[in-house]
């Protein structure tokens, strides 16, 4: 199975969503194995969950919806699957202290045998963060001291920290994972508080699912183009090599036997169509995507199988 995924212009993920998996009923852990399963056997490059606590939809007739919790599925998946890489997007930071997420990353790590990519960012949705009793202010300036704990930790494996919202002393990572600079960081954002915090502390940035550029049309080179280079603007900005940060996307892909997102930019048409949509972001310089199906399902999983096909032709 690895010989096809390297002929791909761009690495495919998936994100297992806990409604998608079970074709919009809250997704029990049969189900998500079932989809990551035959996901892997089908050829994606990697498998991603969010992290949620309680979400609510403000519009009429909504209820709030829920998943199961970030690392404890993580682990289990890491123990049941044998070549996808596993990440989060993304491992909101305000839900667990950076020093023990870098501990439970590691952990993961090792239980997958190196094939963790941790996904952080500050979270958005605050009625789950008074429901379970995080703060959910400064989030930005929250997330900026847990990347430096976190990149400290995981590269160095021992940081001692006095910032505004996190201490540590003489903290150490022991035993280390299968990596001796850990797994990969994603940070993700448009903003620039985001993307240079990603050029300082990540080694992949990623761009959200429903962020575009004005004046241009979602998907096209010039949308594309336009983040190389403001990412490596950044980059160069804080003395980086801006070859040095990976980019990746995440992009929504409504099949033809889903329904439609309404309202949300999505690839969509035939599977050559979504191939070639997904193309282009190898010939701008993305290295991953990770793909949201609609449906999300295993009938969306075989169905996108003909996507991947595709790609591996090159």
């Known amino acids: 199975m690895s010989e096809p995924t390297r002929k791909r212009p761009v690495k ?72 996808v890489e596993l990440g989060t997007l993304v491992a909101c930071t305000a839900f667990r202290n950076p020093a023990l997420l870098a501990k439970m990353a590691d952990t993961v790590d090792e239980i997958s045998g190196g094939r963790l990519i941790l996904g952080i960012g500050a979270g958005w949705h605050e009625p789950e963060y008074r429901a379970f009793g995080y703060p959910a202010d400064h989030r930005v300036a929250r997330l900026t001291e847990a990347a430096t704990i976190l990149h400290g930790l995981l590269k160095q494996g021992h940081l001692d920290f006095q910032g505004s919202y996190y201490q540590m002393r003489e903290c150490e990572l022991r035993p280390r994972g299968p990596r001796p600079a850990g797994p990969p960081i994603l940070i993700g954002g448009a903003g620039p508080r985001m993307i240079e915090l990603a050029a300082r502390c990540a080694d992949i940035w990623n761009r959200d699912f429903d ?30 090599d801006p070859a040095t940060l990976e980019r990746a996307a995440s992009v929504f892909v409504d099949l033809p036997l889903g329904a439609e997102r309404e309202g949300w930019q ?49």
């Open 211 to 240: 962020v575009w550029n004005p004046g241009v049309a979602p998907y096209s080179a010039e949308d594309l183009a336009a983040w190389r280079s403001r990412v490596d603007a950044r980059c160069t900005q804080v003395g980086r």
């Open 12 to 83: 495919v993920g998936l994100l297992l969503t806990p409604a998608g998996a079970c074709a919009g009923e809250a997704a029990r852990w049969r189900d998500l194995l079932a989809v990551a399963r035959r996901a892997e056997a089908a050829g994606f490059d990697s498998l991603w969950l969010p992290d949620h606590l309680l979400t609510g939809w403000a519009f009429e007739g909504s209820r709030p919806e829920g998943g199961w919790e970030l690392w404890s599925t993580l682990a289990a998946l890491a123990a049941v699957t044998e070549r």
């Open 266 to 314: 999505a690839l969509r048409g035939t599977p050559e169509a979504i191939a070639e949509g997904l193309r282009g972001y190898g010939h701008a310089g993305f290295t991953r995507v990770q793909v949201w199906l609609e449906p999300g399902s295993l009938a969306g999983v075989e169905a996108f199988a003909e996507v991947l096909a595709l790609l591996d032709r090159g």
